[in-house]
Structures are given as structure tokens and as C-alpha cells.
């Protein structure tokens, strides 16, 4: 089915522009997590890396719920070129960026990119079960998420190495828009779906839209379930990758080379996970194991936090091969790869389920609706990260075994909430 999917036309245009689009996201916020880290960053480097994730996603807050009204009431594809034509100028902003060494136009770029990811996040998602069979959504969905894994690599290797001094601004700049004409050629070969609610009237205020579209999935059950567990899976995503950088360039003394290698083993873990969940599912979304999938996520957080919490801080930076050559340096790379591997396992049938759940005219909506929960708790857990770092004087592995303990409890929650079987 792998296969068949790639070659068909309903769906590799929308692969390839969500690759394109993962890429450049994660190479922008790469560069300036990088950026942060070695040029920019100081005593409060982890609480600048947490800023960027947050403001990348709050658009997501309001905007997703007018993502979905957009989606539904016209042609999914015209959206999505229009948006990724958008986003060409975003990148300008980005470029400049790199070139003056700027920090606020950084931020001003992953903000932008940010408004663009939140609308586009409902009409790449609603658009699978437009053109895909129900049979296809676990495998369609499995591909999304490893061109959006196999992207993240890309983009963090790419992002890291344009971070590193010595390279020529022009050739970054260069890059950068070239990746965001790709991104809008790859959309304008998306077929088009139609209207699916040719009736709907948009509305403009996205604070009344978002809490519309959250009221309208709380009233499914199911549908507002499911969306937590894909929100929580996002939420722990965005605490570690703020975290782990900063633990091990302060406990273990890693250099830039060896962040780039930890996001890439990241991305890849969940890339294969998201592949595997498509594999032994033949077609069948099965939700059972997700709760048990989740208390072994919870296991492996908390192990990574106790590990690093017992180091020193580091007196001296070490390369890729003093790294992973040493024993700590091999324990944070198993359970980095075990967690994003149990990520991708967790995350794919449950957003597939919360698809096949949603009806024809409102998917997108619903699409958006999941999208804004899953920034409320991104958001939230930034700003929970940030207050336990700043106020309560925690450390960063302290942190991540608390968001550890966390998932224990929502483990439990879905023991007790979520469905067991789609139909």
C-alpha cells in the first residue's frame, strides 16, 4: 500500500509538500535553536529555546479553528497553494535573519511560519480522507508522519550545519528561498477535493471560531478523547525537545555536531514508529495498546531524567565520537530513539481514529479543533517548562522526570477514556 500511495496523484503531491514543509519549519527553528545555543544564548539559553517553540506555536491557538472553517467552505488544494505561496515571503524574513544575526527576525519568522503551519495543519490532515480509503487512512497517515520525521531530519542536520560559523550567508539565504518555492510547487500538483461545506460562512473572529470548533468537538466523546492524546503526545515532543539540548550540552558537554545527531536519532525514531504502526495495523485502526504504549513512553522519561540529572555539569565540549563512545552518551541515545520510536507507535492510529470519526463536512474543522487543542497544550506546557526552570529553580532533568510522572497519569486517563475499538 506503501507503494500504490507514493505513485498515486491523490496522494504524493501532498506527501512531498508536507516534506518540504516539515523541512523548512525545522530548519529555521533548528538554525536558531543552534543559534541560541552558541551565539546567542548566555545563562538563559533553555528558557530562549523554550520562547521560540511557544511562539512558533501560538498562531495554532487561534488560527487552526480558522484553518478548518477555510478548509470545509472551499477547495482544500487552492488553500493550501495560496498558503504555501505565503509562505516564500516568510522565509525572506527568516533569511534576513541569518544574515543580519538577528534574533527578533527570527522570532518574527517562526512566528510567521507559525500563522501558516496553523492554517495549513487542518487542510493537510482533512484532505487524506477526501482522497484516500478508510483501509488507506493508518498507511496515508503513517506516510505523512514519516515524510514529516524524514523532513525534521533533514531540517535539523540542515538547520545545524547553516548555524555553524564559517558558512557563507549567501548560500543560507540562497537555500532558504529555494525551499519555499519547492514547498509551493509541490502544492500547486495537489489535486483538488472540492467544497465539502459549500454553505459554511467563515468567521473572521478567531476567538469566537475557536471556541465554536472546540464546543463542537467537546460534544463528541470520542473525537474530544482522542484529540487529547494526540495533544499530550505533541506536548511531551515540544518539552523534550526544548529540554534535551540543553541537558546535554550542560551536563555532558556536547557541541553542535552532537545536538544535530541527538534531533536527527529523534526524528528518526519516530519516523520508524510511525511506519511500524502502519505495518502491523494491515488496514485496522486499533487503539487498545495506546495506553500501554503511553506507561512505556512515561518509563523512558523518567529514566532520561534521572540519568542526566546525576551528572555534573560539564567542564569541556566533546565531539560526536567522545559521545558516543561513552556510556551516558550511548544511554541518552537508547532511550531517545525507544521514546520517539513509542511516540510515532502512539500518535498514528489515534489521529487516524479521530479522522475516520470525523463526518465528510465538517473533517477539516474538526482537524482544526484537534490542532488547537494540541497548541493549548504545547502552549502550556512551554509556560509550565519555563515557570519550573525560572521560579522553582528546578533543573532541566528534573523537569523531565516530572513530565514523566505526568504521563503516567495520562496513561490512566486514557485506561479509562479512550475507545477501544473505531467502529
Not at 497553494?81 to 515571503?89: N, S, Y
Request: a positive charge; charged letters at 15%; hydrophobic letters at 55%.
Amino acid at each position: 500500500m506503501f507503494g500504490q500511495l507514493m505513485r498515486s496523484r491523490r496522494f504524493a503531491p501532498l506527501f512531498w509538500c508536507q516534506f518540504l514543509s516539515a523541512f523548512n519549519d525545522n530548519f529555521v527553528r533548528q538554525m536558531l535553536v543552534m543559534m541560541i545555543l552558541f551565539r546567542f544564548g548566555g545563562g538563559d539559553a533553555g528558557s530562549k529555546v523554550t520562547l521560540a517553540i511557544g511562539i512558533f506555536i501560538l498562531p495554532s491557538m487561534f488560527l487552526s479553528a480558522l484553518g478548518g472553517e477555510l478548509a470545509d467552505a472551499h477547495d482544500k488544494a487552492l488553500v493550501a497553494r495560496r498558503l504555501k505561496f505565503a509562505e516564500i515571503f516568510v522565509q525572506l524574513v527568516g533569511a534576513a535573519g541569518f544574515y543580519f544575526s538577528s534574533l527578533a527576525l527570527f522570532y518574527a519568522a517562526l512566528f510567521g511560519l507559525g500563522i501558516i503551519s496553523a492554517l495549513f495543519g487542518p487542510i493537510k490532515y482533512g484532505i487524506l480522507p477526501d482522497h484516500l480509503k478508510r483501509e488507506e487512512l493508518v498507511s496515508g497517515n503513517a506516510l505523512v508522519e514519516g515524510a514529516t520525521f524524514a523532513a525534521i531530519i533533514c531540517g535539523l542536520v540542515a538547520g545545524g550545519f547553516a548555524a555553524a560559523q564559517g558558512r557563507p550567508a549567501w548560500s543560507v539565504v540562497l537555500q532558504m528561498s529555494a525551499i519555499g518555492l519547492a514547498c509551493w510547487g509541490a502544492a500547486c500538483f495537489i489535486p483538488p477535493t472540492g467544497i465539502g461545506a459549500p454553505g459554511l460562512r467563515v468567521n473572521p473572529n478567531p476567538f469566537a471560531s475557536t471556541r465554536d470548533i472546540l464546543r463542537e468537538l467537546k460534544r463528541d466523546d470520542r473525537q474530544w478523547v482522542g484529540g487529547e492524546a494526540v495533544s499530550w503526545f505533541w506536548l511531551v515532543g515540544a518539552v523534550t525537545l526544548s529540554l534535551v539540548p540543553v541537558i546535554i550540552k550542560s551536563r555532558i558537554g556536547a557541541g553542535i555536531e552532537v545536538e544535530t545527531a541527538i534531533n536527527l536519532f529523534f526524528a528518526v525514531g519516530i519516523a520508524f514508529g510511525s511506519l511500524l504502526a502502519a505495518v502491523i495495523a494491515h488496514g485496522r485502526i486499533r487503539l487498545a495498546p495506546a495506553p500501554f504504549l503511553l506507561l512505556a513512553l512515561a518509563a523512558v522519561l523518567i529514566d532520561l531524567g534521572l540519568a542526566t540529572g546525576a551528572l555534573p555539569q560539564a567542564s569541556a565540549e566533546i565531539g560526536l565520537y567522545d559521545f558516543f563512545t561513552s556510556a551516558v552518551g550511548l544511554h541518552v541515545l537508547v532511550d531517545i530513539l525507544v521514546l520517539s520510536a513509542l511516540s510515532g507507535l502512539f500518535v498514528v492510529p489515534v489521529f487516524a481514529a479521530v479522522q475516520a470519526w470525523a463526518g465528510v463536512e465538517q473533517r477539516a474543522r474538526v482537524i482544526g479543533a484537534v490542532n488547537t487543542l494540541n497548541s493549548v497544550y504545547i502552549v502550556a506546557g512551554s509556560l509550565g517548562t519555563t515557570l519550573l526552570l525560572k521560579l522553582a529553580g528546578l533543573s532541566e532533568s528534573a523537569v523531565l522526570t516530572m513530565l514523566g510522572l505526568a504521563t503516567i497519569a495520562a496513561a490512566a486517563y486514557l485506561f479509562w477514556r479512550l475507545p477501544k475499538r473505531v467502529d
